[in-house]
């Protein structure tokens, strides 16, 4: 069945050191969107991008979806330990449901 | 700002037994779903429901879960009998369908221990 792939699994920097998670698919999206979750908290969802080479900015949050939709990214520019969280992208397939990726687990040392 | 409702927040059983959790979605929200989230893992989707009706249980053990949603408000989801494997997190999620968008929110969850 169709998979959604997220590396790294885990990610621990340094407070200002930039992050990155990448999220990679078997087979091209309709869309897909980024979550966020704290520790101990639910998702929370922070995008969706939905068109070929699409970049969204947000804040300190840049993200990315492949020209052939079946990639994307989210990069982080200068990391804070409010980032601290784990992040999963979800793919959307076209009949509608979300397959989530295992998320990027980031720590952020002080 | 409104927000998915979940109860109880944790749930201790011991196996063999019954679990029901409850959601209440966002007002308004004709999408719900159901996910369970073990640690260190992805939600995974195991029930879907468009007002009433259930669009996809695909992922749910139907031999000891089930979930019904029957005024397409509120929503609960039974376990019959639990099993050691059912720990995880439950969460439940909602989506207002026809926007553009289909950004689900989340439920602060259900934790199941089984014992």
Request: hydrophobic share 30%; proline share 4%; charged share 20%.
């Amino acid at each position: 069945g169709q998979q959604v792939m997220q590396i790294p699994q885990y990610q621990h920097v340094q407070e200002g050191e930039d992050f990155t998670t990448y999220c990679n698919s078997s087979t091209t999206l309709s869309n897909i969107q980024w979550y966020k979750q704290r520790p101990g908290g639910h998702p929370v969802f922070l995008i969706q991008l939905v068109k070929s080479g699409e970049v969204k900015k947000q804040k300190r949050l840049t993200f990315q979806f492949g020209e052939a939709k079946k990639n994307s990214s989210l990069h982080i520019t200068a990391t804070q330990t409010t980032d601290v969280g784990t992040y999963f992208c979800a793919g959307r397939r076209s009949q509608g449901n979300l397959i989530f990726g295992k998320g990027t687990k980031l720590s952020v040392k002080p | 700002e409104a927000e998915v409702a979940q109860s109880p927040r944790y749930k201790i059983t011991e196996k063999s037994q019954a679990v029901a959790f409850w959601c209440d979605p966002i007002s308004g929200h004709a999408t719900l779903y159901w996910y369970r989230q073990i640690l260190g893992q992805g939600p995974e989707l195991l029930v879907q429901f468009q007002d009433e009706s259930v669009v996809d249980d695909s992922q749910l053990p139907k031999d000891r879960f089930s979930a019904e949603r029957l005024k397409g408000v509120d929503s609960t989801l039974k376990i019959q009998p639990a099993e050691l494997g059912d720990s995880a997190m439950y969460l439940c999620a909602s989506s207002l369908v026809g926007r553009g968008t289909y950004e689900q929110y989340f439920g602060p969850g259900t934790r199941l221990t089984v014992t």
